[in-house]
């Protein structure tokens, strides 16, 4: 099994590092930011909270770090500096407005107008569920999180006046326009050791409740580096960003040399009362051991994640990414049940979906089949959302307002529905699901399409599209074929989006990216899509094109790229590396050509070439395990196609794996299997049994890999033949 040791929280927090690509991989061009953005902070599996050292860099609030939007990211820390450690960061995500980093905890040996000032991190550690530094003042810290809680643990030096200071003013980012600046705040010293406070902060309120183990230290709230004496209550009806001071709570007191104080804090959206629920229910109500408790707990939900998964790695350096790949894809997004602030229903909460443009091809089938009950609590939290609010989210933050990320994409939330529906999985309220399908097709860019024939972005029109289709399938499961056979009407009309004359998408404006990148999705009827393109041998062309297939190496771009060297890069119309989200499925675009070699180089020679260990083993925004997850599965030579109830089958780069699936544990056995590495050819399939029945054709149902089962793949040198002739089924829901 996948264990927490080959785990590298740290792989992804540095700007790209690999060694220079060849071959295929040296032709591919992407503009998009050359850093994981990736954290090493503590965090449980999909939990609500996360906890990491802060500097105020881009985008988590940890590391060093520049905003950037091509390019390599730029310096602003020549080392690696706290000045303390915050809660709730992002993971992998890119340029999403501020971010959160509320509640900052920071342990002093100077006085309290010490705070803020930067900290050398020394021998900085981290596994899943621990993260731990030591600042240059001496103190160690410690820290550990729970599905809604965190504690912090401190050993201090020797010390006649050693404080730990919550700032309770802070948010946001310590870059230009990066700060978020409470509303509204009340803090209150309940009983020695215990505080607790609540702030309103881009309209969410977030509350804590604090514990912290320390008989001969006093506590004491602070204004503006002011200690407030017996005070013991601070209000704020209306905080403005030119009225702001920081403000918080204290505990100080002598320590000796060894000497350890841990702070428990328990977070919730719904009042102080339930973060204290949030914190016992995490962490036990004794006030002593919670860190070693609740670390042991956390590492015990890590090994059960990412023990899902077994595989025969064949390195030491395959196993690490792997399991880190593994481990990314599962800490977005934050589910935090019974916490909604924005309505009163108890029930499925779930925020920082950042977002579905990123995630429903191959994130949310990753956890659909690892973690089947996270999905439908994912789907039940979506349909709230879109009863309460009117709109299905493309993304969802813990925020109140339009961040909604419309401009990425449309219907999106459609797929990942249809995916469930198609499973068979129980849970979700299917009669109301197609309502809120149906009403979410008709907003925004769904009019457009209605009354204008086709939407401009042309990509929303795909999305749309496709999310008729994804409606119709749905319907058609629960028995209503009349509206079904009206939604495929509409869905039909994604063949408006493309050109005959050149077999890619029409001109149109783009979020990030272009028309090649966009032109390869995998579409609800591919032997329509390779009919536009002109016929098999036109469609592999254009892929051959696209990839690279003959092309010379290019040159990425550096630091602050130029306005000549992006023209010149985005006028390849090139594979973006795996770099970018769009074109993340379009190598198993040639298994409906009947060229599933193809997508075996393709695939080679992205696992081998855009991945690595490190800080800087990512080739580019993680994006909430948007490119971890699709590592996963290429890996395992599969790709559930989003929506479809389609996995694709190609080239395992493991000799074998076990995965845990709902259905029962599916073995996965090569046989004629060669170790890969960077210089060597890829691997072909010859054939493919499954529970010693040969598969025909290129592909299964995602139903069907859910089930379990003995699948082995016969591997060798050259292509033989395999998947030319059966190809995967152009129109599933006709299958």
């Not at 004496?229 to 209306?238: A, E, I, M």
């Not at 499925?348 to 089949?369: E, G, H, K, N, S």
């Not at 990509?459 to 939604?487: M, P, S």
Request: glycine share 12%.
């Amino acid at each position: 099994m996948v264990r927490t040791a080959d785990v590298d929280p740290f792989l992804g927090t540095a700007p790209t590092d690999l060694p220079a690509p060849s071959g295929l991989a040296a032709t591919w061009w992407w503009p998009k930011p050359q850093i994981g953005n990736t954290h090493p902070g503590a965090t449980a599996p999909l939990g609500m909270v996360s906890a990491c050292a802060y500097s105020g860099a881009y985008p988590t609030g940890y590391g060093r770090f520049d905003l950037a939007t091509e390019g390599i990211p730029p310096a602003i820390r020549a080392d690696h500096v706290a000045s303390g450690f915050t809660h709730f960061q992002q993971s992998g995500t890119g340029a999403i407005r501020k971010y959160y980093n509320y509640f900052r905890v920071t342990p002093l040996t100077e006085p309290l107008d010490g705070l803020g000032r930067q900290f050398e991190l020394v021998d900085e550690q981290a596994s899943p569920g621990r993260y731990a530094a030591r600042l240059d003042n001496g103190v160690l810290a410690e820290l550990t999180a729970g599905p809604k809680s965190v504690v912090h643990r401190y050993t201090f030096p020797r010390h006649k006046d050693a404080r730990i200071v919550i700032d309770c003013s802070i948010g946001g980012l310590q870059i230009p326009f990066g700060e978020t600046v409470p509303l509204r705040a009340r803090l209150e010293l309940v009983a020695p050791g215990v505080a607790q406070g609540e702030i309103v902060v881009e309209g969410a309120p977030l509350a804590v409740h604090v514990e912290v183990r320390s008989p001969r230290w006093r506590q004491l709230l602070w204004y503006d580096r002011r200690l407030m004496p017996g005070g013991s209550r601070l209000d704020f009806d209306s905080i403005r960003p030119t009225t702001l001071r920081p403000f918080g709570m204290m505990w100080a007191g002598p320590t000796e040399q060894g000497d350890q104080i841990e702070v428990a804090i328990g977070f919730s959206l719904r009042g102080p009362e339930q973060a204290r629920a949030n914190l016992h229910a995490d962490c036990g109500v004794a006030p002593d051991g919670r860190f070693d408790d609740r670390l042991a707990a956390t590492e015990a939900l890590w090994a059960d994640a990412l023990g899902r998964i077994e595989i025969d790695a064949g390195t030491s350096a395959r196993e690490r990414i792997f399991g880190t790949a593994l481990y990314h894809s599962l800490v977005k997004p934050a589910f935090a049940e019974d916490e909604s602030p924005f309505w009163p229903r108890d029930g499925d909460f779930v925020f920082d979906l950042c977002t579905m443009w990123d995630i429903y091809r191959t994130q949310l089938p990753l956890l659909t089949a690892l973690a089947p009950d996270r999905a439908v609590a994912l789907a039940n939290s979506l349909l709230v959302t879109a009863e309460e609010e009117g709109n299905f989210p493309i993304g969802y933050r813990m925020a109140r307002g339009a961040d909604r990320f419309a401009r990425q994409g449309s219907a999106l939330a459609h797929t990942f529905i249809a995916d469930l529906a198609q499973l068979g999985v129980e849970g979700v309220d299917w009669e109301l699901a197609i309502v809120h399908m149906l009403a979410d097709l008709r907003r925004g860019y769904g009019e457009d399409l209605l009354r204008g024939g086709i939407a401009h972005p042309v990509t929303h029109h795909l999305d749309l599209a496709f999310g008729y289709h994804c409606t119709a399938r749905v319907a058609r499961l629960r028995g209503d074929r009349r509206l079904a056979n009206e939604l495929d009407e509409v869905a039909a009309r994604w063949v408006d989006a493309y050109d005959p004359q050149t077999g890619l998408v029409l001109d149109s404006t783009y979020y990030e990216g272009g028309r090649w990148n966009y032109s390869f999705r995998l579409m609800h009827d591919m032997a329509a899509r390779i009919a536009i393109a002109g016929g098999d041998d036109a469609f592999v062309g254009l892929l051959d094109r696209f990839f690279g297939f003959g092309a010379e190496p290019v040159r990425q771009p550096g630091v602050a790229p130029g306005a000549e060297e992006l023209l010149a890069g985005y006028a390849l119309g090139r594979f973006e590396g795996l770099n970018n989200e769009p074109d993340m499925d379009a190598p198993w675009a040639y298994h409906y050509a009947g060229r599933p070699d193809r997508t075996a180089e393709v695939v080679h020679a992205a696992l081998e070439h855009q991945f690595g260990t490190g800080p800087g083993g990512l080739p580019g925004n993680d994006d909430s395990g948007g490119i971890s997850s699709w590592y996963v599965w290429a890996t395992l030579g599969l790709l559930p196609v989003a929506g479809q109830n389609v996995t694709l089958l190609s080239t395992p780069s493991v000799r074998e794996a076990h995965l845990r699936l709902p259905g029962g544990d599916l073995h996965l056995e090569t046989t004629g299997f060669v170790e890969p590495t960077r210089d060597s050819p890829a691997q072909h399939v010859q054939s493919v049994h499954l529970d010693g029945v040969e598969v025909r054709g290129s592909s299964i149902t995602t139903r069907t890999l859910h089930r379990g089962g003995h699948l082995r793949v016969a591997l060798g040198p050259e292509p033989n033949g395999w998947g030319t002739t059966h190809r995967p089924p152009s129109r599933p829901d006709t299958a």
